[in-house]
């Protein structure tokens, strides 16, 4: 059984277009997350939603639009892709109050050309 | 401010000698620290945490780490290196909210 699956795996554009990338989570958990990890493995968060709502937003430009349809889904929609977009992307979930352990997703493995 | 520091962005061990990972934190208030690992093309899986109680923590994998308040550190050992042990470590520390943050990440290879 996936516990946070991802889709799609790999993608890959062309600069300008827009694309969504899909999370769903069985844990049951509350709270899920996007991050960003660039060519470094540094990983940066970018978004959390609690419940379906927003909770965290990080710095991100706003070409990048979360949305949480329920507690199970959060996706990522990301419009007038760019180079500088090409990472990474992980989700990931967790329940607040026990003790915060995160669980991840495979990744996303965007590449705009 | 909290913060994570892992000392090393490479670490390179011989198969079967000791791994020593290094931490060190900053946190106002008493925090929740973890280590992740990240294996080629994966996704982050929880290797070991401390929350409160026995500072000396025992993961998976015979990965274990120890909760030191006076050097603010948590430092991440293995006894005996396997090949397969060879991945990406992060370190990561949460307050009890929603926000946890990373370290840079720390690469193991293990050579035979």
């Known amino acids: 059984d996936t516990a946070v699956s991802q889709t799609p795996k790999y993608l890959v554009t062309q600069m300008g277009n827009d694309k969504s990338i899909k999370c769903e989570q069985n844990?049951?958990?509350?709270?899920m997350y996007w991050y960003k990890q660039d060519s470094k493995k540094f990983l940066k968060i970018m978004f959390s939603y609690n419940n379906k709502e927003l909770i965290i937003n990080e710095t991100v430009p706003n070409r990048f639009s979360p949305k949480s349809p329920d507690k199970a889904h959060l996706n990522l929609h990301i419009n007038s892709l760019e180079l500088g977009d090409s990472a990474v992307y992980f989700c990931a979930s967790s329940t607040p109050g026990q003790s915060e352990t995160q669980y991840f997703g495979p990744g996303t493995r965007l590449l705009v050309l | 401010a909290q913060s994570v520091t892992q000392l090393g962005s490479h670490v390179s061990v011989s198969e079967g000698a000791l791994v020593l990972l290094r931490c060190n934190y900053s946190?106002?208030?008493?925090?929740?620290l973890f280590w992740y690992v990240q294996y080629p093309n994966q996704g982050l899986q929880l290797l070991l945490k401390?929350?409160?109680?026995?500072?000396l923590v025992k993961g998976i994998n015979g990965f274990e780490a120890e909760f030191k308040k006076s050097e603010t550190s948590f430092h991440l050992t293995k006894p005996s290196a396997h090949m397969s042990d060879a991945a990406e470590y992060f370190c990561a520390l949460n307050t009890g909210g929603f926000k946890t943050i990373f370290g840079a990440g720390t690469r193991l290879f293990v050579k035979a």
């Open positions: 401390y929350t409160t109680g026995a500072t």
């Open positions: 946190s106002s208030v008493p925090p929740y």
């Open positions: 844990l049951g958990h509350d709270t």
